[in-house]
């Protein structure tokens, strides 16, 4: 089959696994990869329906795409994710350009929906949010070479009041240690040196399957893969941040000294109304247990302002403990009331401009504490991953082992000779900006 297919992957990186595994399958079933939509006789939007501002992205897209049904080669425009799990009958409804739409436990019949399709049939599949983890099927990873994000869980149980993932993903279901030991096996032979850890809740791992928390078991073992320079672990709740988990990162020096805990809020009344499991007492415990026993963590969160009913006192309460805590990463979302959560029935919804504001005063917070913590590195060598290569320069741009890809800053480093991409190097900082850093290669033969 000579038939051509574009992906357009939108979102988390959850998302973009199961872009990588549809793929996967494609090239198997005979279909061709493109990368220009322009000559695509079919066209995949794996959309975000997490929040209001994803999902406008996600319905640009799709009608930005929808044009080629026309002005291209587009026979078949299918829409797959979040999105379609949530609204399969409005975007077939409301989106003529659409031909199907396939959510998040379907995306394995991708071949047979695109087979019906191209049959002039209008084809809707969703509602499969529990299905069990295939452990047989291809994927084709489109990340760099170098670096590869691992799926080790599906769904969530946390059912936090504002967000709307459980009905999206489903339960919790974690994949067998053995399984993602393999795959992490596969990924170094085809020469990835960094893999990220993800999942809704890295941290709930195992609960399901093995019944308690196990991500310090598969941490051991992904360990002991040769050739495997970085490990990084995303998304871990603080409630079940372990001390053994904390014992592990600590331990292995191929587990990146950085870990991705999303707080959403420190107030004890906004977390309770979040159903969120914990309170600020047990967050500013585990901050400080990861911060006396791993030497240089970086600790990365994300907040959520404008929750309902958030009152100027609890905004000012979140303004000084980000203050106080100096995170070294964080990001600040406003809180999207989104149908069917709890939270969205909740009275004292606050204004969008309020909420605007918030962000930009959490922001202007965290802009001085990044500043000055990345002053705090110059003069200091790291293991930079060469990533890129700025034109007709002998500047190049890498990541440190704190730096997740396109969510946090980079090295800018200059070196007289050519770099591979996905090298390591060795950098001394010599300068810094808000966000990123400078420096010069210090390997003998670059200098």
């Known amino acids: ?13 959850k998302n973009l696994v199961d872009s990588e595994v549809m793929m996967g399958l494609l090239k198997e079933y005979k279909f061709i990869l493109t ?57 077939l409804a409301e989106i003529p350009e659409a031909d199907a739409v396939i959510g998040t436990g379907n995306y394995p019949e991708i071949i047979k929906v695109i087979h019906e399709a191209l049959k002039g049939e209008r084809v809707s599949k969703s509602g499969n949010i529990n299905i069990a983890i295939s452990e047989d099927l291809p994927r084709i990873l489109s990340t760099p070479s170098y670096t590869g994000y691992l799926k080790i ?37 085809k020469g990835v040196k960094e893999i990220i850890l993800i999942a809704q809740d890295t941290s709930c791992y195992g609960i399901d399957l093995y019944k308690e928390y196990r991500l310090p078991q598969l941490l051991t073992e ?28 600590a331990r292995e020096d191929k587990i990146c000294k950085y870990l991705d805990i999303p707080i959403q ?9 979040m159903n969120r499991k914990t309170n600020k007492e047990h967050i500013l415990k585990v901050i400080g247990k990861l911060r006396n026993n791993i030497k240089d963590i ?39 009331q989104e149908e069917d959560t709890p939270a969205a029935k909740l009275n004292d919804q606050i204004d969008e401009q309020i909420k605007e504001q918030r962000i930009d005063e959490i922001m ?28 007709e320069e002998n500047v190049y741009i890498g990541r ?37 850093l400078l420096g010069e290669i210090i390997n003998e033969s670059c200098k």
């Open 35 to 91: 990368s220009d939509a322009y000559e695509a006789d079919v066209i995949i939007v794996n959309t975000c329906g997490f929040i209001d501002a994803a999902k406008k992205e996600s319905i640009d897209t799709i009608i930005e795409l929808g044009t080629l049904k026309k002005e291209g080669n587009c026979k078949a425009l299918v829409i797959a994710g979040c999105l379609a799990e949530r609204y399969p009958k409005d975007l």
């Open 298 to 336: 970086h600790i990365r969160t994300s907040l959520i302002v404008g929750f309902p009913g958030e009152t100027k006192e609890q905004f000012e309460e979140l303004k000084e403990f980000v203050q106080n805590i100096e995170f070294d990463r964080l990001g600040v979302f406003t809180y999207s």
């Open 222 to 249: 992904l360990c002991k893969i040769e050739k495997l320079k970085w490990i990084r672990v995303l998304y871990c709740y603080p409630d079940k941040i372990t001390d053994e988990l904390i014992d592990v990162i």
């Open 364 to 391: 202007n917070i965290q802009k001085d504490i990044s500043f000055q913590k990345n002053s705090n590195k110059t003069g200091n060598i790291y293991d930079i991953l060469v990533e890129e290569k700025v034109e």
């Open 1 to 13: 089959m000579d038939l051509k297919v574009f992906i357009e992957s939108l979102g988390c990186s």
């Open 400 to 436: 440190t082992e704190y730096d997740v890809p396109e969510v946090d800053g980079v090295v800018y480093f200059t070196c007289n000779e050519e770099l591979e991409k996905g090298e390591f190097v060795k950098v001394k900082i010599t300068d810094t900006l808000e966000y990123d």
């Open 153 to 189: 869980a599906e769904g969530c149980d946390n059912l936090c009041t504002y967000c709307i993932i459980p009905k999206l993903r489903g339960k919790y279901r974690s994949r067998k240690i053995e399984d993602i030991v393999k795959e992490a096996h596969d990924m170094v032979q």
């Open 265 to 273: 809020h420190c107030s004890d009344d906004i977390l309770k109304k």
